[in-house]
């Protein structure tokens, strides 16, 4: 069965087509060598890159450093005017203020000794970090940078817009490798970067850092390709960075790999088959070694928030039509085609043709075969309790039960759709002189961007250390409660500001907002819900509450926040300061125990 071969026949025997006359006899002749050549080519190392629209003199660090500038300045553009306020404005979402109170937890909590789970906020809780994904490696990269003392908007920004970027890199690194030209991997990087997906979730921090999931299918490649066992240690070490960086994305992440890597293992020469099952395992081995760790908070926190409940999962399970539906803002399709943020799906036009070009055009081969299998599942897990595997999953693996939004399965698709787009556009272009191909690059490229071209986006102003906030940070440590909370069945309310200043005093909070809501936090707000009378001042004083803020520019009655104030200096709280809290004026008050 020939096209079970390693595609390392095709491409030598292209470049020698194209270097040489006579290159209709030479491929006929190659291709008989290779089908009688036994197991040695099986796993041969793939070949330089025979794509002639690249300059022969281009030097591999010179082409890294180009393409890696070339991502960042679309990465600029395509989510402009970001960029021209990255240390004051973001989008306007509650997510933003959770993106930057996870990251700076983490740098507090490496440099105070912390628990690193046992965030400030729900208090009295433990381990509230895992009522949502931690962000670990986020946190981590970004520590030195809250460290260095630098804005905490900028280092969300820097951490958002990188991301995208280096996605796009990572995209270009594994299309560029199956495909053997430059030009056509760029458009792949362009299509995992800036498809509609992206702009839909850019409030969400963890589901722009992709940039491990190409990473992870390149170093499986070169463990297939080659039965290394640095290969395929990277190849665990990238699942695990995945894990740690989104554990939605970890999770469809180690399930791609292994269907795509057992239906390439066909192309293994028997005899080593065993030896590349071996240096798999030793990558499984190495995410493992994160994974089980990693995950006992979550585990832990599923005894107390329980699951997703099923309706809610309905929710956020994409619908084969949501495949055509965009982003907010997509200038090409317009409001008539926007979807909520979970379902724009649509992949763009252009990279659909390129990847029906490849599976039409392409002699089958097992890498490409186990691309299509990967698209496939990766669209039917998308598609939740909508589709066949995901409730079959949902009912016997427990970690599913704790995923709200299987639609995010669709950055998979994006990936695997890019890499077949690559394919086909390589194979469609190779006819073309190198200054033709190189247009027709630009132009499929200008397109694509076309299609997911989104109006500038609209941002908002999120401020640094108010007042109210540097004086309090300088006050006794003391547990802290702010109003107006959130009503039960409206969260989060105003509570996602209030943890994001608190990484300006670092006080423990009883308010909170998470991908999950504990019980007692749930609670808690019903008792406070009628806020200031006797009862809710009782709660705080169970609590233990020192220190209770209100918010006068978050009363939407007039005279509401003054009456309040009033009540509580009738309910012995003492004054502390009236100041700026950000958006309006805000008193702070002392509650002393009865």
Known sequence: ??????????????????????????????????????????????????????????????????????????????????????????????????????????????????????????????????????????????????????????????????????????MFTLARYLSRSTGAAIVAGLVFAFAPYRFGHIMHMELQWTMWIPWAFWAMQRTLETGRLRFGLLTGAFLALQIGSSIYYGIFLAILLTVAGAVQLVRVAPSQRLKTIGVFAAGALVAASVAIPYSKPYRDATGRVGIRAIPEILMHSAKPSDYLLVSEGNLLYGPAHAAPPELALFPGYVALVLALVAVVAIRPSAVMFSYVIGLLLAFDLSLGLNGIVYPVLHEHVGVFKGLRAPARASIFFLMFLAALAARGCAVALRPLPVMARMGAIAAIGAVALLEYWVVPLRLWPYPERPALYAFLARQPDGIVAEFPVPRVDLLPGHDARYIYMSIFHWKRLVNGYSGYYPPSYLARMERLATFPDAGSIAQLRADGVRYVIVHEGSYIRAGESAAIVTALAREGLKPMTRLHDGWAAATLFELSSP
């Open 1 to 170: 069965m020939p096209w079970l071969q390693t595609d390392v026949g095709e491409h030598r025997l292209a470049r020698r087509s194209a270097e040489r006359e006579g290159g209709t006899q030479i491929l006929v002749a190659g291709r008989r060598l290779l089908q009688n050549c036994g197991d040695r080519d099986y796993t041969r190392t793939v070949v330089p890159d025979g794509d002639t629209a690249e300059p022969a003199t281009a030097r591999p660090w010179l082409r890294r450093v180009c393409i890696a500038a070339l991502f960042t300045l679309l990465t600029v553009v395509m989510t402009w005017p970001m960029a021209r306020v990255l240390g004051s404005r973001s989008v306007e979402h509650h997510d933003v203020f959770f993106n930057v109170w996870r990251l700076a937890w983490i740098q507090h909590a490496l440099a105070t000794s912390s628990v690193l789970f046992d965030g400030n906020q729900f208090y009295p809780e433990r381990q509230v970090l895992a009522y949502s994904d931690a962000m670990l490696v986020e946190g981590l990269i970004a520590a030195p940078l809250f460290a260095a003392g630098l804005k905490p908007l900028l280092i969300h920004n820097l951490m958002l817009l990188g991301a995208i970027a280096a996605s796009g890199v990572g």
